[in-house]
């Protein structure tokens, strides 16, 4: 295994004594017995194992983005039968408003509103 980007390798020489044996900590595989035989120096390790942790969060990252977005597509999916529910009320509505209105239109003759006839006071 080799290193792919040298920008790794700058990262592992950058990082302090703390960082470095956390970094070491983590590494499971082949890369740690490859340190113990000294086939890779220490630094080289830390860039292949910082290498290693960046590629398995950017898959992360898109398992996370993928869930994210087909829980989403689940959360819309009741609310648009809602909606397509809600549809049939509202053409009923719109069915039954032009009959209002042809009734409101034949009673238009009449008066809407009726009058109240002048109270007489008598004395």
């Known amino acids: ?4 980007k040298p920008e790794y390798l700058e ?7 703390d960082e470095r044996e956390r970094v070491l900590s983590r590494m499971t595989g082949k890369l740690p017995r490859r340190l113990e035989k000294d086939k890779l120096s220490v630094d080289e390790a830390l860039a ?12 992360w990252r898109e398992r996370m983005h993928s869930i994210q977005k087909s829980d989403k597509d689940k959360k819309v999916k009741p609310e648009e039968k809602a ?7 509202a053409a009923e509505k719109q069915k ?6 042809v009734v409101v239109l034949a009673d238009a003759k009449k ?4 009058k109240p006839k002048a109270v007489i006071k008598s004395k």
């Open 1 to 4: 295994m080799k290193i792919s």
């Open 11 to 17: 990262k592992a020489l950058l990082l302090s004594e």
């Open 48 to 59: 292949i194992q910082l290498e290693i942790e960046d590629e398995q969060l950017n898959e």
């Open 83 to 89: 909606k397509v529910e809600a549809k049939p009320k």
């Open 96 to 101: 039954a408003t032009p009959k209002e209105k």
């Open 111 to 114: 008066p809407a509103v009726a």
